[in-house]
């Protein structure tokens, strides 16, 4: 029920925290709920159990209405920002935890810096085929909701209990998971609801967690989605999927993270057991892919899209001059990959 986390492996991770003074915790490019919630958490129970100096570092800064999630006494520095800073904590530092995504390269432009800093590096994971091999310490359980819950069971093992991480990182793992869950709708496990529950005996406030999360949108995101679904929405058999183009983003003055969860209304037509939802970027689209029991996001995303993820959350890239020639032809390179997977 609880990912088994063996004393050999906990033994290490305190082996290896404790030659360190100055730790660096990084998580993947546009960083979504769990990743800051868990990156957050680790952070402020290293310096507040261990004594150690911490940076959190992102290669780009978080979404507005996730910022909630970056405790007061976290320090957060992103690439995009402050390059010079991210340089700094990463050339200072002597020991990288890597969460929430399984690889270097999830990080984007840190990689060459990840690659060529020679301290322990642990990563801590619960995406298919970790990068083992460039890691010190691996924690990859697949089967759990959050790379949030998966760190809360292993400092729950060092530390013996909720009780005892300090409440900042205990309200950070509780945003991860919900977040990753999609609110208790997605990968849940009996270990996910007693997670929730030792936390909130352990005095998270869900109910404050839940008003930032789901009830502090601006007006613009709820607009958005109504008219993606009345004006964007395409069905291909038993799939769907809508492009939101640069200029509908323009239109609607959407900002980073706002469209998230957009992917998954599809998702609630019967007959529907696939979704996609292309976002137009700098010289690609960025691809978020959901589906139902049974179908793999993750295929699709791999075989068609260059990324992967999730059995059934998953996300890449369809990139304009190398998969398409301009930004118009995306509906029909979705339509062509869609009708090749679903048959
Ligand atoms: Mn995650």
Not at 61 to 82: E, G, H, K, M, Y
Not at 265 to 275: T, W, Y
Not at 292 to 313: D, M, P, V
Request: net charge negative; glycine share 10%.
């Amino acid at each position: 029920m609880i990912p088994d986390i063996s004393q050999e492996s906990l033994s290490r991770w305190k082996a290896l925290t404790d030659g360190a003074a100055k730790a660096v915790v990084l998580g993947h490019t546009h960083p979504d709920g769990d990743a800051l919630g868990s990156c957050c958490a680790l952070a402020v129970y290293l310096q507040e159990k261990w004594g150690k100096q911490v940076h959190v570092v992102f290669p780009d800064s978080p979404a507005d209405n996730l910022r909630f999630i970056v405790p007061a006494s976290c320090r957060l520095v992103c690439q995009d920002t402050d390059p010079e800073g991210v340089g700094a904590c990463i050339g200072a530092c002597d020991l990288v935890f890597l969460l929430d995504c399984n690889g270097f390269s999830r990080t984007e432009g840190l990689e060459p810096l990840l690659r060529g800093k020679d301290v322990p590096k642990i990563l801590v994971d619960h995406h298919l085929n970790p990068e083992r091999d460039n890691f010190d310490l691996v924690f990859s359980t697949p089967d759990i909701s959050s790379a949030s819950e998966l760190l809360y069971w292993i400092l729950t093992a060092l530390d013996g209990g909720p009780g005892h991480l300090p409440s900042e990182s205990a309200t950070a793992l509780l945003a991860g998971m919900t977040t990753d869950t999609n609110n208790f709708a997605n990968s849940v496990y009996p270990s996910t609801f007693r997670m929730a529950s030792e936390l909130i005996a352990a005095g998270v406030d869900r109910d404050s967690l839940l008003q930032k999360l789901y009830n502090s949108y601006r007006e613009n995101r709820v607009r958005i989605f109504g008219y993606m679904q009345l004006e964007g929405l395409r069905i291909v058999g038993e799939a769907a999927y809508m492009v939101l183009t640069r200029d509908i983003q323009r239109q609607f003055d959407i900002r980073e993270g706002e469209t998230e969860g957009l992917v998954n209304v599809p998702l609630s037509i019967a007959g529907v057991r696939l979704s996609l939802l292309l976002k137009e970027d700098d010289g690609h689209f960025r691809v978020s892919i959901r589906s139902k029991k049974g179908t793999s996001a993750q295929r699709l995303a791999s075989g068609y899209f260059h990324g992967g993820g999730h059995e059934n959350a998953a996300g890449g890239k369809l990139l304009v001059g190398a998969d398409i020639a301009s930004p118009a032809e995306a509906s029909a390179y979705v339509e062509s990959a869609l009708k090749s997977f679903l048959s």
